[in-house]
């Protein structure tokens, strides 16, 4: 069951007017749109616009402006199904998510996993986590055609891609100094994830840039997940081998490619074999401590199960936990 919110005591009437007092006492003259249209229906989230007034709920939420992707490489594509807005009962920025669905088939080694976007299913894992300090905190209603919206907190901060890149120059000052407490919240995150995957939940799209490291409280909080998978094969397998893809990524201060490896030290790029690279990204290297030799063995054997040579993955995020606990940096 969807949880819903009340309306604000101090809600606006939706009529113009209204709105652009409302707006011009929260955010000042120059920001009060020329012309205010309020949208009760968001099944068309490309005609959703900048200056626009979605009425959800009994509550009122000026659209600021989209999304945009942010995945390496895409970071100037727009999420248009995805608004920034302010809360106008109270000048809260919010995260608005509309209703779009899509689906597509993968394969991970010799895995294969079907994948949707279910607004019904993020709106699900939203109530399930309220309250916990891993995940972004926010609830769903229903327009006035039935569309599953979501409605986020803003989280200030950076992704952990970013947060990672700015510390990793040299990785060995990296790794000594910055990659324990790294690795601490790693462990914090998969503990979130388990806690989803013990409720029968999954997050369906785990990267780098779906955890966002609060500014204020240093909260590490995993976004996004309205992507659902199934595989009857590995149930929770594509979590297991996104938190892998993540682990690698945090241990090598950013991906180890095999091109770098070719150009900078052709020395070891002419010891790779194939077992040496991720099962996913086959221009990763995984096996981390042929680069840097320092890295603890029981973390390296971490990594390689999540390489091409692998003949055994986690289908348990128990077993990636207890393994994570073994190491010592």
Do not use: C
């Amino acid at each position: 069951m969807m949880r819903t919110v009340p309306a604000a005591a101090d809600a606006v009437p939706d009529g113009a007017d209204a709105l652009k007092v409302r707006i011009r006492d929260l955010l000042g003259d120059s920001r009060v749109p020329e012309a205010i249209r309020v949208v009760r229906d968001t099944s068309d989230f490309f005609k959703v616009e900048r200056g626009d007034v979605l009425q959800l709920a009994g509550r009122h939420y000026l659209i600021r402006g989209n999304e945009r992707e942010g995945r390496f490489g895409l970071d100037e594509e727009p999420k248009l199904w995805v608004k920034r807005a302010i809360d106008l009962a109270n000048g809260d920025v919010k995260i608005i998510k509309l209703s779009f669905t899509e689906s597509f088939s993968v394969s991970v080694g010799e895995v294969s996993f079907d994948l949707s976007r279910s607004p019904r299913k993020e709106a699900r894992v939203l109530d399930r986590v309220q309250g916990h300090s891993g995940f972004m905190q926010g609830f769903s209603v229903r327009d006035t055609a039935d569309n599953i919206v979501r409605i986020i907190e803003f989280i200030r901060g950076d992704t952990l891609h970013q947060h990672v890149i700015s510390l990793a120059e040299d990785h060995e000052r990296y790794y000594r100094e910055s990659f324990p407490e790294i690795f601490r919240n790693f462990h914090g995150l998969v503990e979130a994830i388990y806690f989803l995957h013990r409720a029968g939940e999954k997050h369906g799209d785990i990267r780098r840039d779906h955890i966002l490291v609060e500014k204020e409280t240093g909260l590490h909080r995993w976004i996004d997940f309205d992507f659902n998978f199934h595989s009857p094969a590995n149930p929770f397998g594509y979590d297991l081998f996104g938190l892998g893809n993540v682990l690698a990524f945090l241990v090598g201060g950013g991906d180890q490619l095999v091109g770098d490896l070719k150009r900078d030290r052709p020395e070891l790029y002419g010891t790779l074999v194939p077992g040496d690279l991720n099962i996913v990204f086959r221009n990763r290297i995984v096996n981390l401590r042929k680069i840097y030799p320092y890295l603890p063995e029981e973390l390296n054997d971490v990594l390689l199960r999540f390489s091409r040579a692998s003949e055994v993955y986690y289908e348990r995020t128990e077993e990636l936990l207890e393994d994570l606990s073994a190491v010592v940096l």
